[in-house]
């Protein structure tokens, strides 16, 4: 089996999300709170600095929340740094995780929301999630999901995972892996 069919094949929940380090990968050292400050401090110099060159005006806050380095992008007109379904936020996101990387030489989980983005799209999720579980409870069968970034996965896997008779499983292959909602 060739290394794309094996990754098509495999279906797991996104607890470990593709930002995170896989199951067989060693777990690094819990990083202290002023550790995951210094990630979104840097992280958040480079993000001021591509506004810079962009001449887009935000106001930038780092902070630590749920245990992740955090950067957030306050302001107006910033829907270019967000693009289509969040697609630019990603990429930014990656740009500002290989910053962090690339001063202190360990990877970082830093998430990045650009005009509260991610925030407003998690409301979106949860109910996307509740329509789903009801969907697999009023007819017992999967409901399979549009696919969605690993962030956006893991939003619905944790409505699912608290609701009862019910079950979330991602399928698929970036940037295709979507969720799947079963009956327990």
Known sequence: MTEIETEASITETDEVQADEPAED???????????LFHQSEIAADYVEGLLD?????GDIDE??????????????????????RGA????????????????TGSPSR???DVGGYRANRKKELVALAKNAIEKVREHGEAV???PMSAFERKCVHDV?????????????V???RRIVVHPA
């Open 53 to 57: 060159i962009l001449d887009i005006d």
């Open 174 to 176: 970036e940037p295709n």
């Open 144 to 146: 399979r999901l549009d």
């Open 88 to 103: 630019t936020l990603e990429a930014l996101q990656e740009l500002a995780r290989l910053a962090v990387y690339r001063e």
């Open 25 to 35: 990968t060693p777990a690094p050292a819990a990083a202290s709170d002023e550790e």
């Open 110 to 112: 830093l998430l990045l």
């Open 160 to 172: 699912v995972n608290a609701a009862e008779g019910v079950e979330s499983e991602s399928e698929g």
């Open 63 to 84: 902070l630590v929340s749920g245990g992740r380095p955090m950067v957030e992008v306050v302001g107006k007109s910033l829907g270019a740094l967000v693009g289509p």
